[in-house]
């Protein structure tokens, strides 16, 4: 480390960023707080680095230091430091993202152009769209904003000129426009960018009135020229009469890459060629995997293998966060002895617990029609209902779900209230097809209290909740961790001011949240860890050994997106960060990275999901360029053998407790007879494979339907019969069964036009079945009665059986 000064209270510091970085940047802090006799305080451009250095500060505390600076400084990022800025608290409360997004939406709809613009998009691009203008006002107010007093929308516009000429000027003025109207009003000072700059700039100005705390500022990563240039602006105001020490990365001796240092290709090529001279003492592989699976097993045996070694704590970096969340199924194998940290976070969307709220709002998407069959079971078999509310208990609710879907596939009702509750209607009197229709009763009030006006972001908050605590969602959702950071994810939406919502605006908005949401594990740290995290986050801090996955071409360096309405030149132009610093701060962070730790492990897939060929990253191929081979390393899964050893069949023989029929059908005495062991296992242990509800079934509510229609008809005659001629006894009893058939299907054709076929087919058919009719009574046939229950016991030799049907 050296230091360099630049002006009476400001002092550069160099920090070789290797494996003692963290224990050199200690003794710096301890030195200075020595020398300036003022415990300092230590801000980090990024917080990863807090932990580590506040365990090295308290182990490398000097042994005879004064007791007035004995205490560790405080150590902080400096996105905690400024929003502790006093007088910022008189500017009001800053706007929350949520807040910022509602803000932004209802811009969009309000303003005529626009709303004509946007009118066949679905609301979940109208919300996506906000939240892109968002991202790129967010972009132009870093780039653009200073401490200082400027004219930023100038700025703007000046580069909008150099980047744009004739027609492509035209073509984006009017982007340029809506950019600029939302700009002003996200860059408010209650908006994050302009907030930070404003505490900056209230800080700075303190700090040239009065002397300050001393200040270390460590800067892990370089930040965009516009946040470089307010930083500068603001250390040299800080520094007026208050000593101030800047930290910076030095790669000159550990850069792996030209990008690390500005294409100081000579001092790199030395770093290189003392990286492989060292290989052979160090434990450091490149590994070449096949496929998606294959990539996963790679990782894991290489942490194993790495434990093994006596490595405890280790990072698992995702450049590929399929194959770490892979990989991390694959670790629980080990047990909970190995805990794993899961510095990425999951999308809080993919949790089970915010499936089964989802799949409540998937029926109030519905509307007042109702679900499908699909998803209402969906709903039902969500592990969050409590059912004990519903005056279930364990097996029965599972029962009840069961009798339900077979009911419905038995039915053919595919969907909607009316013919999902015409489908358990049309049955014997059951107590669990009872209690099946209290369900769906009780789960169509609460749908039908949603059919309302527009209501407030929060007054839709409400309502959910109330259907949560009537559902017996609310308790199971607060006991599970998963489901309380979801209620915590959905708290800001009460507060949020604005407009009304209609609830197609308000249900999309939600699924926006949850999915713009992560989930966080907190688990116990073990003797033997594995820690998930992202190439950024791993600047200044040490593991044991660390293991990264997704190496090829396509994953590193990686590319971020690029915001709607911002080409690369225009960022590049007005100081976002430009394509090139990303590559070249990822270059560093993996020369660090690689550097500083004697064992780890990159892998790389030859193969990607549809099957095209792969390559190493760019970067690796140049550094292995004179040892190629050992980019093409492999781990073998270990093969495991078996003694083949003879086994004997065991004896047949019938258990005492065997399951045994009380009562048979003829169709149930058919199968037996076609086949004894198909029948025990679907009849008598209910083993039958599961019919969908698409599927085509002989038992449906049309022929119920029919049955009941033609039982009455045949009734009604045997009570009334109809005398007269031929001719006019077929008509009249025509029209007596299509008038008995319609008052049958009424019900149905209410429920679900989808059986209006099936009544026209049966009203085309009515005159053949009157001319059978006729023909039989001609025959001498009379009508006794219809599904008429019969049965007989028949003897075996393990007791009785009733034989029975209708």
């Not at 182990?59 to 929003?83: A, D, T």
């Given at each position: 480390m050296h230091t360099l000064s630049s002006m009476s209270y400001c002092q550069q510091h160099f920090l070789i960023p290797n494996s003692q970085s963290i224990d050199e940047l200690a003794r710096l802090i301890w030195s200075i707080t020595q020398k300036e006799q003022v415990t300092p305080i230590v801000v980090l451009s990024t917080s990863g680095p807090a932990l580590g250095l506040r365990k090295a500060l308290n182990q490398l505390r000097p042994n005879h230091i004064e007791p007035h600076l004995v205490f560790l400084p405080r150590v902080l990022g400096l996105k905690q430091w400024l929003s502790e800025t006093p007088e910022l608290q008189h500017h009001g409360v800053p706007k929350t993202d949520l807040a910022r997004w509602m803000e932004v939406y209802q811009a969009l709809s309000a303003r005529p152009q626009l709303r004509s613009l946007l009118s066949d998009a679905t609301e979940g691009s109208k919300w996506a769209l906000s939240k892109n203008l968002i991202n790129a006002c967010?972009?132009?107010?870093?780039?653009?904003?200073?401490?200082?007093?400027?004219?930023?929308?100038?700025?703007?516009?000046?580069?909008?000129?150099?980047?744009?000429?004739?027609a492509a000027k035209l073509a984006i003025d009017v982007e340029t426009k809506i950019l600029l109207t939302f700009w002003e009003n996200l860059s408010t000072i209650r908006d994050p960018v302009a907030r930070q700059r404003h505490a900056m700039a209230l800080r700075a100005k303190q700090a040239q009135q009065y002397k300050q705390t001393p200040l270390i500022y460590v800067e892990t990563a370089e930040g965009s020229p516009g946040f470089e240039s307010s930083l500068a602006d603001f250390l040299e105001a800080y520094a007026t009469h208050t000593p101030v020490h800047h930290c910076v990365m030095d790669f000159s001796s550990i850069g792996l890459w030209p990008e690390c240092l500005g294409d100081a290709g000579h001092t790199t090529s030395?770093?290189?060629?003392?990286?492989?001279?060292?290989?052979?003492?160090?434990?450091?592989?490149?590994?070449?995997?096949?496929?998606?699976?294959d990539a996963a097993w790679a990782g894991a045996l290489a942490i194993q293998d790495l434990m093994k070694a006596g490595k405890s704590q280790l990072a698992l970096i995702s450049q590929d966060r399929l194959v770490?969340?892979?990989?991390?199924?694959?670790?629980?194998?080990?047990?909970?002895?190995?805990?794993?940290?899961?510095?990425?976070?999951?999308?809080?969307?993919?949790?089970?617990?915010?499936?089964?709220?989802?799949?409540?709002?998937?029926?109030?998407?519905?509307?007042?029609?109702?679900?499908?069959?699909?998803?209402?079971?969906?709903?039902?078999?969500?592990?969050?209902?409590?059912?004990?509310?519903?005056?279930?208990?364990?097996?029965?609710?599972?029962?009840?779900?069961?009798?339900?879907?077979?009911?419905?596939?038995?039915?053919?009702?595919?969907?909607?209230?009316?013919?999902?509750?015409?489908?358990?209607?049309?049955?014997q009197h059951d107590q669990e097809l009872d209690g099946a229709i209290n369900c769906l009763t009780k789960l169509r009030q609460l749908t039908n209290q949603w059919q309302r006006k527009p209501q407030s972001c929060g007054a839709w908050l409400n309502l959910l909740m109330s259907d949560l605590d009537s559902l017996g969602m609310a308790e199971q959702l607060s006991l599970d961790i998963a489901g309380q950071q979801l209620l915590d994810a959905l708290k800001p939406m009460h507060s949020v001011e604005g407009d009304s919502l209609h609830l197609t605006e308000w249900l999309s908005l939600l699924g926006s949240v949850i999915e713009d949401s992560s989930y966080i594990e907190s688990c116990p740290r073990e003797s033997a860890s594995v820690t998930i995290l992202p190439l950024s986050a791993t600047r200044l801090r040490h593991f044991d050994a660390w293991v990264m996955v997704g190496c090829d071409d396509g994953q590193l360096p990686s590319l971020s997106d690029s915001p709607m309405f911002l080409s690369s030149s225009l960022k590049k132009i007005i100081g976002c960060k430009s394509v090139e610093a990303e590559f070249a701060q990822q270059a560093m962070d993996l020369s660090q990275l690689m550097m500083s730790h004697s064992s780890w492990r990159m892998?790389?897939?030859?193969?990607?999901?549809?099957?095209?060929?792969?390559?190493?990253?760019?970067?690796?191929?140049?550094?292995?360029?004179?040892?190629?081979?050992?980019l093409n390393q492999t781990y073998a899964v270990p093969d495991v053998s078996f003694d083949l050893k003879p086994v004997n069949p065991p004896?047949?023989?019938?258990?005492?407790?065997?399951?045994?029929?009380?009562?048979?059908?003829?169709?149930?005495?058919?199968?037996?007879?076609?086949?004894?062991?198909?029948?025990?296992?679907?009849?008598?242990?209910g083993l039958r494979e599961q019919t969908s509800l698409d599927a085509e079934v002989d038992l449906s509510l049309v022929g119920q339907t029919l049955h009941a229609a033609l039982k009455s008809f045949h009734h009604g005659l045997k009570s009334n019969p109809i005398k007269g001629d031929q001719p006019s006894r077929r008509k009249q009893l025509e029209i007596l069964l299509k008038d008995v058939s319609l008052k049958q299907f009424q019900a149905l054709l209410n429920a679900d036009g989808r059986w209006l076929a099936a009544w026209v087919q049966w009203e085309s058919q009515i005159p053949d079945w009157i001319d059978w009719q006729?023909?039989?009574?001609?025959?001498?046939?009379?009508?006794?009665?219809?599904?008429?229950?019969?049965?007989f016991d028949l003897p075996t030799d393990h007791g009785s059986i009733r034989v029975s049907g209708n």
């Amino acid at each position: 480390m050296h230091t360099l000064s630049s002006m009476s209270y400001c002092q550069q510091h160099f920090l070789i960023p290797n494996s003692q970085s963290i224990d050199e940047l200690a003794r710096l802090i301890w030195s200075i707080t020595q020398k300036e006799q003022v415990t300092p305080i230590v801000v980090l451009s990024t917080s990863g680095p807090a932990l580590g250095l506040r365990k090295a500060l308290n182990q490398l505390r000097p042994n005879h230091i004064e007791p007035h600076l004995v205490f560790l400084p405080r150590v902080l990022g400096l996105k905690q430091w400024l929003s502790e800025t006093p007088e910022l608290q008189h500017h009001g409360v800053p706007k929350t993202d949520l807040a910022r997004w509602m803000e932004v939406y209802q811009a969009l709809s309000a303003r005529p152009q626009l709303r004509s613009l946007l009118s066949d998009a679905t609301e979940g691009s109208k919300w996506a769209l906000s939240k892109n203008l968002i991202n790129a006002c967010d972009l132009i107010a870093e780039a653009s904003l200073g401490i200082k007093e400027q004219d930023a929308e100038k700025a703007l516009a000046d580069a909008i000129d150099e980047v744009y000429q004739g027609a492509a000027k035209l073509a984006i003025d009017v982007e340029t426009k809506i950019l600029l109207t939302f700009w002003e009003n996200l860059s408010t000072i209650r908006d994050p960018v302009a907030r930070q700059r404003h505490a900056m700039a209230l800080r700075a100005k303190q700090a040239q009135q009065y002397k300050q705390t001393p200040l270390i500022y460590v800067e892990t990563a370089e930040g965009s020229p516009g946040f470089e240039s307010s930083l500068a602006d603001f250390l040299e105001a800080y520094a007026t009469h208050t000593p101030v020490h800047h930290c910076v990365m030095d790669f000159s001796s550990i850069g792996l890459w030209p990008e690390c240092l500005g294409d100081a290709g000579h001092t790199t090529s030395i770093n290189q060629e003392k990286y492989l001279n060292e290989l052979a003492a160090v434990d450091r592989q490149i590994i070449k995997s096949q496929s998606f699976e294959d990539a996963a097993w790679a990782g894991a045996l290489a942490i194993q293998d790495l434990m093994k070694a006596g490595k405890s704590q280790l990072a698992l970096i995702s450049q590929d966060r399929l194959v770490a969340r892979r990989i991390r199924a694959l670790l629980a194998r080990f047990g909970p002895e190995l805990s794993v940290h899961d510095e990425t976070g999951w999308k809080l969307s993919t949790t089970r617990a915010a499936s089964a709220l989802m799949s409540w709002v998937d029926i109030l998407r519905e509307g007042g029609l109702g679900p499908s069959a699909v998803t209402l079971l969906e709903f039902l078999k969500n592990p969050y209902i409590k059912w004990s509310d519903w005056g279930l208990e364990g097996s029965k609710a599972l029962s009840l779900i069961q009798s339900i879907e077979n009911r419905f596939i038995q039915s053919g009702a595919q969907g909607g209230w009316l013919a999902m509750l015409l489908a358990l209607n049309q049955t014997q009197h059951d107590q669990e097809l009872d209690g099946a229709i209290n369900c769906l009763t009780k789960l169509r009030q609460l749908t039908n209290q949603w059919q309302r006006k527009p209501q407030s972001c929060g007054a839709w908050l409400n309502l959910l909740m109330s259907d949560l605590d009537s559902l017996g969602m609310a308790e199971q959702l607060s006991l599970d961790i998963a489901g309380q950071q979801l209620l915590d994810a959905l708290k800001p939406m009460h507060s949020v001011e604005g407009d009304s919502l209609h609830l197609t605006e308000w249900l999309s908005l939600l699924g926006s949240v949850i999915e713009d949401s992560s989930y966080i594990e907190s688990c116990p740290r073990e003797s033997a860890s594995v820690t998930i995290l992202p190439l950024s986050a791993t600047r200044l801090r040490h593991f044991d050994a660390w293991v990264m996955v997704g190496c090829d071409d396509g994953q590193l360096p990686s590319l971020s997106d690029s915001p709607m309405f911002l080409s690369s030149s225009l960022k590049k132009i007005i100081g976002c960060k430009s394509v090139e610093a990303e590559f070249a701060q990822q270059a560093m962070d993996l020369s660090q990275l690689m550097m500083s730790h004697s064992s780890w492990r990159m892998i790389w897939q030859s193969r990607g999901s549809t099957g095209e060929p792969r390559q190493p990253s760019a970067w690796l191929q140049r550094l292995y360029a004179s040892a190629p081979e050992l980019l093409n390393q492999t781990y073998a899964v270990p093969d495991v053998s078996f003694d083949l050893k003879p086994v004997n069949p065991p004896a047949v023989s019938l258990p005492s407790d065997f399951v045994k029929p009380s009562n048979i059908s003829p169709s149930g005495y058919k199968a037996l007879r076609e086949c004894p062991y198909r029948y025990y296992a679907s009849r008598l242990l209910g083993l039958r494979e599961q019919t969908s509800l698409d599927a085509e079934v002989d038992l449906s509510l049309v022929g119920q339907t029919l049955h009941a229609a033609l039982k009455s008809f045949h009734h009604g005659l045997k009570s009334n019969p109809i005398k007269g001629d031929q001719p006019s006894r077929r008509k009249q009893l025509e029209i007596l069964l299509k008038d008995v058939s319609l008052k049958q299907f009424q019900a149905l054709l209410n429920a679900d036009g989808r059986w209006l076929a099936a009544w026209v087919q049966w009203e085309s058919q009515i005159p053949d079945w009157i001319d059978w009719q006729l023909k039989r009574e001609e025959d001498g046939w009379v009508f006794q009665d219809g599904e008429i229950a019969v049965g007989f016991d028949l003897p075996t030799d393990h007791g009785s059986i009733r034989v029975s049907g209708n």
